[in-house]
């Protein structure tokens, strides 16, 4: 499971998959969103710009992520 750091939070849940590379654009990440391929805490998401909250956990296919809040 990978580590993912924010700075601030809540993070679109879209956003998160586009800018930790999982998908190659918001386009695509949206897509796989509204199709049912993504969990968010073991649970299908389909809200793409659901809040995403230090302590979730994103899976896509193989990949998985761990989302933290960076201390300063």
Same mark, same amino acid.
């Given at each position: 499971m990978k580590i *993912?750091?924010?700075? %601030?939070?809540p993070v679109e849940l879209?956003?998160?998959l586009k800018? =930790?590379?999982i998908v190659s654009?918001?386009?695509e990440a949206k897509a796989v969103i509204?199709?049912?391929? *993504?969990? *968010?805490?073991? =649970?299908i998401e389909k809200r793409?710009? %659901?809040k995403i909250m230090s302590g979730d956990v994103i899976r896509?296919?193989?990949d998985?992520?761990?989302v933290l809040l960076k201390q300063s």
């Amino acid at each position: 499971m990978k580590i *993912v750091e924010i700075t %601030k939070e809540p993070v679109e849940l879209y956003k998160i998959l586009k800018f =930790e590379g999982i998908v190659s654009s918001g386009g695509e990440a949206k897509a796989v969103i509204d199709d049912g391929q *993504v969990f *968010v805490n073991g =649970e299908i998401e389909k809200r793409k710009r %659901k809040k995403i909250m230090s302590g979730d956990v994103i899976r896509y296919g193989n990949d998985e992520i761990k989302v933290l809040l960076k201390q300063s």
